[in-house]
C-alpha cells in the first residue's frame, strides 16, 4: 500500500492531537467494523471554529486524515466546516488508497458531530442545520 508523503508526515506528526477542556461542541463517532474511534473538540466563538482537536483511537490513515480535518476547519466559519467532505480530506492528503477511504468518512463526520453538539448545547436541533450522524459502514 502506498501512502502519501502528506498522510505519512500528518500520521508521525499530527496537528491538533488533544482535548480543549471547555470546548463549545464535542463528537465521537466509531465505525463498528475496524473499532477506530475518533473524537473532535472545537472551540466556537460566534459562528467560527477558534480551535480544534482531536484523538483518535485507530489506524494511521484515521490518524491523518482527522489531523487534516482540523487543519482545514480552524479559523473557519461553521458553514465552510459544514461544508468539509471526506473528499477534501483526502485531496489535502494527496490522496488515500481506496481501502482507507472510509478513514476519511470518519473524519468528515467526527465534525459534523461536533457542530450537531455545539448546536444542541445552544438548544437548537442539529438535524436541519447538519444533518443525521450517520456511522460510516465500511
Ligand atoms: Fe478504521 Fe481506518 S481502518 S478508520
Known sequence: MQYSEKVLDHFSNPRNVGE??????????GNAKCGD???????????????AKFKTFGCGAAV??????????KGKSIDDA????????VEA????????????????QAV???LSDYYTRQ????????????EPEE
Open 20 to 29: 480543549i477542556e471547555d470546548a463549545d461542541g464535542v463528537g465521537e463517532i
Open 37 to 51: 474511534i475518533m473524537k473532535m473538540y472545537l472551540k466556537i466563538d460566534g459562528s467560527i471554529i477558534t480551535d
Open 64 to 73: 491523518a486524515t482527522s489531523s487534516m480535518a482540523t487543519e482545514l476547519i
Open 82 to 89: 459544514l461544508k468539509l467532505t471526506n473528499q477534501a480530506v
Open 93 to 108: 492528503l494527496d490522496g488515500l488508497p481506496p481501502v482507507k477511504i472510509h478513514c476519511s468518512v470518519l473524519a468528515e
Open 112 to 114: 459534523r458531530c461536533a
Open 123 to 134: 438548544g437548537i436541533d442539529p438535524v436541519p442545520i447538519v444533518g443525521e450522524i450517520k
